[in-house]
């Protein structure tokens, strides 16, 4: 197959490929063979009408259509094996030339943008100090004792912080609307897991109660509720009020955690905890404008097709978390008060920003020849059998299935230490 290679501008590369006559036969033979397949006439069985009878019922467009589907892919793979090109992103291709006789393809394939990184090195980012509070490690040790809470059936009204089991189905203009019914629904009041005055609307009721709840969903909700008036009718079966354990050796006790004994020392367990979190975090962050700084000083061409194939990735991520919490992407943008425009225009920035961020790393570890190969693999594996107590033939086995993605990860930390070692202090 012939072929003309012309570089053009932002990192792509236009291929013209003129399929050898031959070739071009055969693919014609080959999808008329499978269109004449599927061809039914009055007075034959599908699949068996005579080659001449089918070739006046077939239209050309149709066969050149077939056959140039099916050389596509074949012409695409020893393009890019031939002259060594890797892609970035979606390449496009059109037909240029096309006859009985002649076909000519044009390929548009978008490279790996270059990259000429600025500074990378000595920037001087500071990283946040990490301090935690007594107030800190009282409130975590409220939460571990308020999770360990038992949950009592009470006869007294209920308050905010009790629990009630309740039944309800809502309304609007008498009309029972959808998502808007429920029995045996557990809801602790003062949660604000509900339309807005639904909850303070339950306070000091009993078991056996029937309550009509009056409430006006938000402006900004789903468009089919947001801004009506709803009511709810609401059986009341159990009020179950919060029982707190005790703060001593026995709740330590049931808590299980290795080597805590005593309350003193979940509290230094707790505190050393928040102190790994708050460095986490601080570390994060830190690296977060370390790359953000190299992003900004590099010079980078990022092609359009790039930024819209990272959008559409993002999009599709973004739209299945939401859709996981009941919502469309319409709805969640209705309930956000967010406009369509600025969450595209959000969308596409922050698309760019990853990707000039990402570039970066990948350039630096080139520049610093920063390299996973089987012995780090091996040793990392070693470490996760190690630190799960696995048999290290098990976790061989386990990431041996997606092992591409963890030689990345592992390079990818690698990367990030270069970072933090010569960026952050």
């Given at each position: 197959m012939k072929r003309v290679v012309n570089k053009l501008e932002n990192s792509k590369v236009e291929v013209?490929?003129?399929?050898?006559?031959?070739?071009?036969?055969?693919?014609?033979?080959?999808?008329?063979?499978?269109?004449?397949?599927?061809?039914?006439?009055?007075?034959?069985?599908?699949?068996?009408?005579p080659a001449d009878m089918a070739r006046k019922h077939?239209?050309?467009?149709?066969?050149?259509?077939?056959?140039?589907?099916?050389?596509?892919?074949?012409?695409?793979?020893?393009?890019?094996?031939?002259?060594?090109?890797?892609?970035?992103?979606?390449?496009?291709?059109?037909?240029?030339?096309?006859?009985?006789?002649?076909?000519?393809?044009?390929?548009?394939?978008?490279?790996?943008?270059?990259?000429?990184?600025?500074?990378?090195?000595?920037?001087?980012?500071?990283?946040?100090?990490?301090?935690?509070?007594?107030?800190?490690?009282?409130?975590?040790v409220n939460k571990l004792v308020d999770q360990n809470a038992n949950l009592v059936v009470s006869d007294k009204p209920s308050k905010l912080g009790d629990t009630v089991v309740i039944?309800?189905?809502?309304?609007?203009?008498?009309?029972?609307?959808?998502?808007?019914?429920?029995?045996?629904?557990?809801?602790?009041?003062?949660?604000?897991?509900?339309?807005?005055?639904?909850?303070?609307?339950?306070?000091?009721?009993?078991?056996?109660?029937?309550?009509?709840?009056?409430?006006?969903?938000?402006?900004?909700?789903?468009?089919?509720?947001?801004?009506?008036?709803?009511?709810?009718?609401?059986?009341?079966?159990?009020?179950?009020?919060?029982?707190?354990?005790?703060?001593?050796?026995?709740?330590?006790?049931?808590?299980?955690?290795?080597?805590?004994?005593?309350?003193?020392?979940l509290k230094a367990h707790l505190r050393k905890q928040l102190e790994s979190q708050k460095d986490s975090q601080a570390t994060s962050e830190a690296l977060d404008k370390a790359v953000l700084k190299i992003a900004e000083e590099a010079k980078i061409d990022l092609a359009k097709e790039i930024i819209d194939d990272e959008v559409e990735g993002m999009r599709k991520n973004m739209t299945q978390q939401i859709e996981q919490r009941g919502l469309t992407l319409d709805q969640y943008l209705a309930v956000t008060?967010?406009?369509?425009?600025?969450?595209?225009?959000?969308?596409?920035e922050d698309a760019e920003k990853n990707l000039r961020g990402i570039l970066c790393l990948e350039e630096i570890a080139r520049q610093e020849k920063i390299t996973v190969d089987e012995k780090d693999v091996d040793f990392e594996m070693a470490k996760i059998a190690d630190q799960y107590n696995m048999p290290i033939d098990k976790v061989k086995e386990i990431l041996s299935k997606d092992l591409a993605r963890f030689q990345a990860e592992i390079k990818q930390r690698r990367i990030q230490e270069f970072i933090l070692n010569n960026n952050v202090e």
């Amino acid at each position: 197959m012939k072929r003309v290679v012309n570089k053009l501008e932002n990192s792509k590369v236009e291929v013209l490929c003129d399929v050898e006559e031959k070739a071009w036969k055969e693919a014609q033979e080959k999808a008329f063979n499978k269109l004449a397949k599927d061809l039914e006439l009055p007075g034959f069985r599908k699949g068996k009408v005579p080659a001449d009878m089918a070739r006046k019922h077939i239209d050309t467009g149709r066969i050149f259509n077939e056959a140039i589907n099916g050389l596509i892919q074949p012409a695409f793979t020893e393009v890019l094996k031939e002259e060594k090109l890797q892609p970035f992103a979606r390449p496009s291709v059109d037909v240029t030339k096309v006859s009985d006789k002649e076909l000519q393809l044009k390929f548009i394939i978008i490279l790996a943008p270059e990259v000429k990184l600025g500074n990378y090195k000595g920037l001087g980012i500071k990283k946040a100090a990490v301090k935690v509070s007594d107030k800190e490690v009282e409130d975590e040790v409220n939460k571990l004792v308020d999770q360990n809470a038992n949950l009592v059936v009470s006869d007294k009204p209920s308050k905010l912080g009790d629990t009630v089991v309740i039944d309800f189905v809502g309304s609007i203009d008498g009309k029972e609307f959808e998502g808007g019914k429920a029995d045996n629904y557990s809801l602790v009041l003062g949660s604000n897991s509900f339309v807005p005055g639904f909850e303070d609307q339950l306070v000091g009721k009993k078991s056996g109660d029937k309550v009509d709840v009056n409430v006006t969903f938000p402006t900004q909700y789903v468009p089919e509720l947001a801004g009506k008036k709803a009511l709810f009718k609401v059986t009341v079966h159990e009020v179950k009020e919060k029982v707190l354990p005790e703060l001593n050796e026995d709740l330590v006790k049931d808590l299980a955690i290795p080597e805590v004994k005593s309350v003193e020392e979940l509290k230094a367990h707790l505190r050393k905890q928040l102190e790994s979190q708050k460095d986490s975090q601080a570390t994060s962050e830190a690296l977060d404008k370390a790359v953000l700084k190299i992003a900004e000083e590099a010079k980078i061409d990022l092609a359009k097709e790039i930024i819209d194939d990272e959008v559409e990735g993002m999009r599709k991520n973004m739209t299945q978390q939401i859709e996981q919490r009941g919502l469309t992407l319409d709805q969640y943008l209705a309930v956000t008060g967010t406009k369509p425009e600025d969450f595209e225009k959000k969308l596409r920035e922050d698309a760019e920003k990853n990707l000039r961020g990402i570039l970066c790393l990948e350039e630096i570890a080139r520049q610093e020849k920063i390299t996973v190969d089987e012995k780090d693999v091996d040793f990392e594996m070693a470490k996760i059998a190690d630190q799960y107590n696995m048999p290290i033939d098990k976790v061989k086995e386990i990431l041996s299935k997606d092992l591409a993605r963890f030689q990345a990860e592992i390079k990818q930390r690698r990367i990030q230490e270069f970072i933090l070692n010569n960026n952050v202090e």
